[in-house]
């Protein structure tokens, strides 16, 4: 499975979602982090983690959108984390991905920036979801994104990824408490086995 992190809105948790993704399917295979983006938040991350000493449980490729799909190759799992606002490479990563993942805020703000991802994987042809992180149970924030994608037929992950401290902090370390990525990553893996 092949999976793209997209958002043209910079700032939104694509890295974070990555790094963690990642590592919850890499207990269930080999699996392979494609950085994409020239800022190369992921390889920084991942960089942090190899100077303390450890050994990442997946492999982690600096690529472009020449080279996206043959780094994809071999692995059971593929995330690419991919930049904001750089059209190219979001649309190679949507043409090499089986899924397309939207994180967002659930603020107002935040939303509006979505859609422009959802049109280009739609019109890719490629099933789309948005995940709602930095979230707060029980809010009108919550409810009221939820309810925006909904009307507009958009696919939102039934479980949001709460906002956490230790999930802020957590750059430079390997994920071990997944906060729902390891529901999201299931309810992904269903998606693409049922298609």
Not at 32 to 39: E, K
């Amino acid at each position: 499975m092949i999976l793209a992190l997209t958002n043209l809105k910079g700032g939104v948790a694509k890295t974070t979602s990555s790094l963690y993704l990642a590592a919850v399917y890499a207990q269930q295979g080999k699996t392979a982090l494609l950085d994409a983006d020239p800022q190369g938040s992921a390889s920084d991350w991942t960089a942090s983690i190899e100077d303390d000493g450890l050994e990442l449980p997946f492999d982690v490729k600096v690529v472009n959108q020449r080279t996206m799909d043959r780094a994809a190759n071999g692995y059971d799992f593929v995330i690419i984390d991919t930049p904001p606002g750089d059209p190219r490479i979001i649309d190679a990563a949507m043409a090499a991905a089986d899924l397309v993942l939207v994180p967002t805020d659930a603020s107002a703000i935040d939303i509006q920036r979505v859609w422009p991802s959802i049109e280009a994987a739609t019109k890719a042809g490629k099933p789309v979801a948005v995940l709602l992180v930095r979230t707060r149970s029980n809010t009108r924030n919550l409810a009221a994104a939820i309810e925006t994608f909904e009307q507009a037929g958009v696919a939102v992950l039934d479980t949001h990824i709460p906002l956490r401290e230790e999930i802020k902090t957590s750059y430079g370390t390997i994920p071990t408490t997944f906060h729902g990525y390891e529901t999201v990553a299931a309810d992904l893996l269903e998606v693409h086995n049922g298609r």
